[in-house]
């Protein structure tokens, strides 16, 4: 217990070794989803989803241990929501690219974040960002963390104007056979949220999970965010929402997992991966774009995770900026946990998965008291362990976590208080950091328009030499990699 004590610094940090368990199992259950969705999605493209589902739970455990022993933050990581999207859906389904050529454009992006991170370039960029603007989306990943649980929860229906459905599956809607399985609608803008009916059984339990967990807060109860989690699920199971007669504890179904996970495990360096991604000269130009979209995207959503989880939360100090600002190579906290999320992604391409990033639901551990990496390192035993007990891991429904994700969201919310809204050249882009982050359902959407609408304002007032030099470049990358995906 002495050396746990020692090695994280958990004193100096102000915690113990039974908060930081604690807040290492709430971050699981607030992101075990992906053991189940991502290879789901995955699937979709071709690939083995056994296969998918091992390298999902391996991709998250090395790289949420590695992070929390190399750097001592609390955070976790997987393979990202919405880069698994992009994943099946433009690069192979719309691109026309094998599931292994997507996958070796990933581990090329994976290369890709980690020579920036050698080269400081993502460290420059972290300071050449505005203090408002930090601010912003800060709260901005709370309206973001505070919808995700609301939308997983159910709460909201979404009523859709038929006349406003761009695709289906990829294809314009008047051109889907009849028949054809439905996988995705891209709709226009006649679609309008709605609450769900408050007296549906599963809406009833995220509001009294939430209430209990509110509650439990208000009290200062110590791990209340995880014992509303398991007070919810087991109310699922009282009132029948989670039916436990479907637990299947056969061991075949992980020899399978095994077996299948042949099929992905370093495939990009087989004939079909990378060499076959660079065979055709014709396609260079679309690969070179498609990873430029995939680093983009991967790398600006981890940095508003850290930037609003850990400014919030005190694990990245104004001392720890301020370490980070001066020094070289890898030696300030910042700068390890950047380093540390850089190696995810090489990490989940060598085992067969998309881009693993920090995820936000880290939020969770850390709004109940994770302050370590011990936090880091509760949460990849638990991966381990879900590789055996995935049965009852997929037990706790999304209305238990949806209240710890809300909660989360709500604290986080604080942000907003540092941010001078009565001038209206900060509140714009700060609305846009925050508010839109969570409308786009989008971290690096929200920073890019609070990013451009910031350089427009800056140009306007004659004022664009403030602006830093990095921050001009990261626009000109967003609205390019904004052509890149209309022409895709």
């Given at each position: 217990m002495?050396?746990?004590e020692?090695?994280?610094?958990?004193?100096?940090?102000?915690?113990?070794?039974?908060?930081?368990?604690?807040?290492?199992?709430?971050?699981?259950?607030?992101?075990s989803y992906?053991?189940?969705?991502?290879?789901?999605?995955?699937?979709?493209?071709?690939?083995?989803?056994?296969?998918v589902?091992?390298a999902?739970?391996?991709?998250?455990?090395?790289?949420?241990?590695?992070i929390?022993?190399?750097?001592?933050?609390?955070?976790?990581?997987?393979?990202?929501?919405?880069l698994?999207?992009?994943?099946?859906?433009?690069?192979?389904?719309?691109?026309?690219?094998?599931?292994q050529?997507?996958?070796?454009?990933?581990?090329?992006?994976?290369?890709?974040?980690?020579?920036?991170?050698?080269?400081?370039?993502?460290?420059?960029?972290?300071?050449?960002?505005p203090?408002?603007?930090?601010?912003?989306?800060?709260?901005?990943?709370?309206?973001?963390?505070?919808?995700?649980?609301?939308?997983?929860?159910?709460?909201?229906?979404?009523?859709?104007d038929a006349?406003?459905?761009i695709s289906?599956?990829?294809?314009?809607?008047?051109?889907?056979?009849?028949g054809?399985?439905v996988?995705?609608?891209?709709?226009?803008?006649?679609?309008?949220?709605?609450?769900?009916?408050?007296?549906?059984?599963?809406?009833l339990?995220?509001?009294?999970?939430?209430?209990?967990?509110?509650?439990?807060m208000?009290l200062?109860?110590?791990?209340?965010?995880?014992?509303?989690?398991?007070?919810?699920?087991?109310?699922?199971?009282?009132?029948?929402?989670?039916?436990l007669?479907s637990?299947?504890?056969?061991a075949?179904n992980?020899?399978?997992?095994?077996?299948?996970?042949?099929?992905?495990?370093f495939?990009?360096?087989?004939?079909?991966?990378l060499?076959?991604?660079?065979?055709?000269p014709?396609?260079i130009?679309?690969?070179?774009?498609?990873?430029?979209?995939?680093?983009l995207s991967?790398?600006?959503?981890?940095?508003g995770t850290?930037?609003?989880?850990?400014?919030?939360?005190?694990?990245?100090?104004?001392?720890?900026?301020?370490?980070?600002?001066?020094?070289?190579?890898?030696t300030?906290?910042?700068?390890?946990?950047l380093?540390?999320?850089?190696?995810g992604?090489?990490?989940?391409?060598?085992?067969?998965?998309?881009?693993?990033?920090?995820?936000?639901?880290?939020?969770a551990?850390?709004?109940?008291?994770?302050r370590?990496?011990?936090t880091?390192?509760?949460?990849?035993?638990?991966f381990?362990?879900?590789?055996?007990?995935?049965?009852?891991?997929?037990?706790?429904?999304?209305?238990?976590t949806?209240?710890?994700?809300?909660?989360?969201?709500?604290?986080?919310?604080?942000?907003?208080?540092?941010?001078?809204?009565s001038?209206?050249?900060?509140?714009?882009?700060?609305?846009?950091?925050?508010v839109?982050?969570?409308?786009c359902?989008?971290?690096?959407?929200?920073?890019?328009?609070?990013?451009?609408?910031?350089?427009?304002?800056?140009?306007?007032?004659?004022?664009?030499?403030?602006?830093?030099?990095?921050?001009?470049?990261?626009?000109?990358?967003?609205?390019?990699?904004?052509?890149?995906?209309?022409?895709?």
């Amino acid at each position: 217990m002495l050396s746990l004590e020692r090695f994280f610094k958990l004193e100096e940090n102000g915690t113990n070794v039974s908060t930081e368990i604690l807040a290492g199992i709430t971050t699981f259950f607030a992101m075990s989803y992906i053991i189940f969705v991502n290879p789901a999605i995955l699937a979709l493209s071709g690939m083995p989803s056994q296969a998918v589902f091992l390298a999902t739970i391996f991709a998250s455990a090395i790289s949420t241990v590695f992070i929390g022993l190399f750097a001592n933050v609390p955070y976790a990581l997987g393979p990202g929501m919405g880069l698994n999207a992009f994943f099946t859906y433009t690069v192979v389904f719309g691109l026309g690219f094998t599931w292994q050529e997507a996958l070796s454009m990933v581990f090329i992006c994976g290369i890709i974040n980690v020579l920036i991170t050698i080269t400081n370039v993502r460290k420059m960029l972290i300071l050449a960002i505005p203090d408002f603007i930090q601010h912003a989306i800060s709260a901005g990943i709370g309206v973001f963390i505070a919808y995700l649980g609301i939308k997983n929860a159910g709460l909201l229906t979404f009523l859709a104007d038929a006349t406003q459905i761009i695709s289906v599956n990829g294809t314009a809607g008047n051109q889907v056979s009849a028949g054809q399985g439905v996988e995705t609608i891209l709709m226009n803008g006649g679609v309008l949220p709605e609450l769900a009916n408050v007296l549906d059984i599963e809406i009833l339990l995220v509001i009294v999970g939430l209430f209990i967990t509110v509650a439990l807060m208000i009290l200062n109860v110590r791990g209340a965010i995880l014992i509303g989690i398991i007070a919810t699920t087991a109310l699922a199971i009282a009132t029948g929402t989670v039916d436990l007669s479907s637990i299947d504890f056969g061991a075949s179904n992980l020899a399978n997992s095994f077996k299948a996970l042949g099929e992905t495990f370093f495939v990009i360096f087989k004939p079909e991966g990378l060499p076959s991604l660079f065979r055709d000269p014709t396609r260079i130009p679309v690969v070179i774009m498609t990873i430029f979209a995939f680093s983009l995207s991967d790398v600006f959503d981890t940095i508003g995770t850290f930037i609003g989880t850990g400014r919030r939360s005190g694990i990245f100090s104004d001392q720890d900026i301020a370490e980070l600002e001066h020094s070289s190579g890898i030696t300030s906290k910042m700068d390890r946990a950047l380093f540390g999320d850089s190696f995810g992604t090489v990490f989940g391409a060598l085992l067969g998965t998309s881009n693993t990033t920090t995820f936000v639901e880290s939020a969770a551990g850390i709004g109940a008291g994770g302050r370590t990496g011990l936090t880091s390192v509760s949460t990849a035993v638990c991966f381990i362990l879900a590789m055996f007990l995935s049965p009852i891991i997929g037990v706790v429904p999304p209305q238990a976590t949806a209240p710890a994700l809300i909660v989360v969201g709500v604290l986080m919310l604080a942000s907003f208080a540092e941010i001078n809204w009565s001038d209206f050249e900060i509140a714009v882009p700060a609305f846009f950091g925050s508010v839109f982050m969570g409308l786009c359902y989008s971290i690096s959407n929200g920073i890019a328009a609070a990013f451009i609408t910031y350089g427009v304002i800056k140009i306007i007032k004659g004022e664009a030499k403030e602006v830093h030099p990095i921050l001009w470049i990261s626009m000109g990358l967003f609205i390019l990699n904004y052509i890149v995906l209309g022409v895709l």
